[in-house]
């Protein structure tokens, strides 16, 4: 089985990155899943039901999300409906919508950090929470840890190594050369990247970042204008066991 994550797809460029490449991506890799985090799909900032329909008609299977998923208020309704988007699963309880999916032979899982983020429940416990309780869960559970810490991100990788087949980090934005599998036999990233602008700060306008920091001035960032990047990861899974077999990074840009 052949699955393509792509990383947190950041604004129209993001977009026009996904609409562009992964059609051919999915025929060249023969590709049996596709799963995208989308929390900064719409402008940038938290994710629509138009942005989400829009990845979806470009072939995304799965959204995965984060610490955005609630900034743009009229997706919430939606988290508890048949569109394919999930939350972080440690969230307190009560919140709207789920925090995994099983689509045919896979379950998607989505974590967030706590280390530079935001006191949210254990995601460790949680997820031994739902691997106890879960005991139908196909084999092959692929995981998108929406983290900012490297150091989280790989003790995440180790602590679940053999028990899914593959830990993918996302939130940085900016992409690591760590793509690996665990002695366990899970595969692994610290952070798949973006699809989103070139030149830019993590996908927002680079002279707006620099104000900020030179200024110390809080205010809205926009998405930068430019030429866009895809960054995502290939990964394949032995269906029946769910150990993965290999892992490969992909990246496109569109030229001009």
Request: contains cysteine.
């Amino acid at each position: 089985m052949k699955i393509l994550a792509l990383g947190d797809i950041v604004g129209r460029p993001g977009r026009q990155a996904v609409h562009r490449f992964l059609r051919s991506l999915k025929l060249k890799y023969e590709l049996d899943l596709i799963i995208a985090n989308g929390e900064n799909a719409a402008g940038g900032f938290g994710l629509t039901v138009s942005t989400a329909r829009e990845l979806l008609d470009d072939g995304v299977d799965v959204i995965t999300s984060g610490n955005h998923i609630w900034a743009q208020k009229e997706i919430v309704p939606y988290l508890d409906d048949d569109l394919p988007v999930v939350r972080p699963l440690n969230y307190p309880p009560g919140v709207p919508g789920r925090g995994y999916l099983v689509t045919g032979k896979v379950m998607v899982v989505n974590l967030i950090g706590r280390t530079f983020m935001t006191n949210y429940d254990c995601p460790f416990r949680t997820m031994d929470r739902l691997l106890d309780e879960v005991t139908t869960a196909p084999p092959v559970i692929i995981v998108d840890f929406h983290a900012e810490a490297t150091s989280e991100k790989v003790a995440m990788g180790r602590y679940l190594d053999g028990r899914v087949s593959a830990v993918l980090g996302t939130h940085t934005h900016v992409g690591t050369i760590d793509t690996r599998i665990l002695p366990g036999g899970t595969a692994y990233v610290t952070d798949i990247g973006m699809c989103g602008p070139i030149d830019s700060v993590i996908g927002d306008d680079a002279e707006a970042v620099l104000q900020r920091f030179l200024t110390m001035i809080p205010h809205r960032l926009s998405v930068a204008k430019g030429k866009p990047e895809l960054n995502a990861v290939l990964v394949e899974v032995d269906e029946d066991s769910g150990r993965a077999m290999y892992i490969e990074r992909i990246y496109r840009e569109i030229e001009g």
